[in-house]
């Protein structure tokens, strides 16, 4: 083998390939943080295309040369237009295999028809080329050595992409885990569950809700909880909002280290320093001995809090599945399952089913959700675990929900899956009052985020019905409602509100210095009296 095909091969076999993986390769990206499993079998796969493509590569250089003329000109112009027509695909196929949320919801309708025309031309672009070297062989010829020189200096790339992911594949995953059966059997406690709906509008719930819109288990709360009527958002990103919370300060930014590692980037000094879960409120929680339990969605709650927790597990979601996930990779099968699966894309790739191959977003909303809400009735139910943290993925869009029937399904918007916010939260409340420390337990009702209407407008999941409620719609406060042992009566306290005094609340309560609504009322006072109301009756 010559010396420079090594090159143009392994240049060809990464840009066949990357799509498929640039995520893991991204510097600061948070891939490997939301990553709860090890990636060694699907490295291991996109491993065996490279060899594959390399060798088929290889077959192709040796049969070429021994052409005769007018057919080695054909194929040297059908592989040069080969080459020239995926660069073009690929970063398409990339985008395109993103998940369906965001930016990218809005870019896909957009991707889907740029990705079919390039499909479309499949072979058009090949076989151009190739009556191009009938007409003009000198600039088929130099248009292919242009490309084969661009192919081996691509090649300098495998430098520092294949250590990376050799070193990926041996990384160590963080999966959830529960050591509370090695704890001593508990007396009476109390206890604190706090209940994350995530994206949960205040304003659509309490004060306006859309006709005929009814959220009795919310009502029902707040009739006998301590309500904030106006929170100002700290952000209105998941993974940035709930670390700052749960921290107590206030963050500029967010990345992964190359071990999965959270770093936070200080807002005064702009320097990226580890995150320490020690100084958070699982932190504290565990430190005054009360067993944190956390069942969560998004955020990597156990790869990031695993020295504090007693107990944890986490559905990352689709958001951060690798490309190759989406088409069917996964670390439940072996390296050389894995390996089929780019070849199977491809292969349907040309008769246009690639919408058939991703992996459906709702489907896995619906799984996440079952299967967090699952574990936190787990953790509620476990005596031993007194600091319950349930991050569930609703009210947050897309809609999973039919609020008619109030049945799971592939249909609805945000205000069917706030009908399951709902609908959830009395199944939690029921269990928690089945509980034998039900007269010790505060309850904790809380968003991240208000309904974010910019990100969602437009998108692939926006319905009419949300486009006509969003017209009308401007309040970005999330929920925040504390309910106490024994609380009989509701009290509101209106006016403007930071949500960092959320953090503050929860660790005075972890550090049983708040026990009733008027001492949570004095709390507040210290930092700015305000105007007390009764919440209405409806």
């Known amino acids: 083998m010559k010396p420079r095909w090594v090159f143009e091969l392994t240049g060809t076999a990464l840009l066949l390939l990357l799509p498929f993986s640039a995520q893991l390769l991204y510097p600061g990206g948070t891939y490997l943080l939301h990553n709860p499993r090890s990636l060694s079998s699907i490295i291991l796969g996109i491993g065996i295309d490279a060899v594959a493509v390399f060798l088929v590569g290889w077959v192709i250089f040796l049969r070429v040369p021994r052409l005769e003329p007018p057919f080695r000109a054909l194929a040297v112009a059908f592989l040069s237009g080969t080459v020239i027509w995926w660069s073009a695909t690929a970063i398409l196929i990339f985008l395109s295999l993103l998940p369906p949320v965001g930016i990218m919801a809005h870019l896909e309708p957009a991707l889907d028809r740029s990705q079919t025309i390039l499909l479309g031309l499949n072979f058009s672009i090949p076989m151009f080329a190739t009556v191009l070297v009938l007409l003009r062989p000198n600039a088929v010829f130099a248009l292919a050595r242009g490309l084969r ?128 879960p020690a100084n958070t409120l699982f932190g504290l929680a565990q430190a005054n001995g009360w067993n944190p339990g956390v069942s969560g969605w998004y955020n990597p709650y156990c790869r990031i809090f695993h020295s504090v927790l007693t107990a944890c597990t986490w559905a990352p979601g ?177 006016g403007d509100t930071p949500a960092s005094i959320e953090h503050d609340i929860i660790a005075a309560l972890l550090q049983q210095k708040l026990s009733t609504p008027q001492s949570l009322v004095d709390f507040v006072h210290t930092a700015a009296p305000p105007a007390l109301q009764t919440p209405p009756h409806p």
Not at 197 to 215: K, M, N, Q, R
């Open 149 to 276: 020189l661009g192919l081996a200096s691509f090649s300098t790339c495998a430098l520092w992409v294949v250590p990376n992911l050799v070193y990926l594949a041996f990384l160590h995953p963080v999966p959830g885990a529960d050591h509370s059966a090695a704890l001593p059997e508990p007396g009476p406690s109390q206890r604190v569950v706090w209940v994350m709906l995530d994206e949960l509008s205040h304003d659509l719930v309490f004060d306006h809700p859309i006709p005929g819109a009814t959220y009795p288990n919310l009502a029902a709360f707040r009739r006998q909880s301590v309500t904030f009527t106006n929170v100002l958002p700290s952000g209105s990103k998941t993974e940035m909002v709930i670390p700052a919370l749960l921290a107590g300060i206030r963050l500029e930014g967010i990345k992964s280290s190359m071990n999965g590692d959270l770093l936070t980037e200080d807002p005064v000094q702009h320097q990226w320093h580890p995150y320490d």
């Open 318 to 494: 689709i958001q951060d599945m690798l490309p190759i996930q989406r088409i069917g990779a996964s670390h439940h099968k072996s390296p050389l399952a894995n390996s089929f699966v780019i070849p199977r894309f491809f292969f349907r790739l040309f008769f246009g089913e690639t919408r058939t191959l991703k992996t459906g977003l709702l489907d896995q909303n619906r799984r996440d959700f079952t299967n967090i809400l699952e574990q936190g009735q787990k953790l509620i139910a476990n005596d031993k675990i007194h600091f319950v943290f349930l991050h569930l993925p609703v009210p947050h869009p897309p809609g999973i929900y039919n609020r008619t029937t109030h049945q799971l399904c592939s249909c609805g918007n945000y205000f069917d899956n706030l009908t399951l916010a709902d609908d959830t939260l009395g199944r939690l409340l029921q269990q928690i009052r089945n509980t034998p420390d039900a007269a010790h337990t505060t309850v904790i009702v809380s968003s991240d985020h208000s309904w974010r209407v910019p990100i969602w407008k437009g998108g692939q999941f926006w319905t009419p019905e949300e486009e006509r409620i969003a017209a009308n719609f401007s309040d970005d406060s999330p929920a925040f409602l504390v309910h106490f042992p024994g609380q009989q009566q509701g009290i509101d306290i209106p």
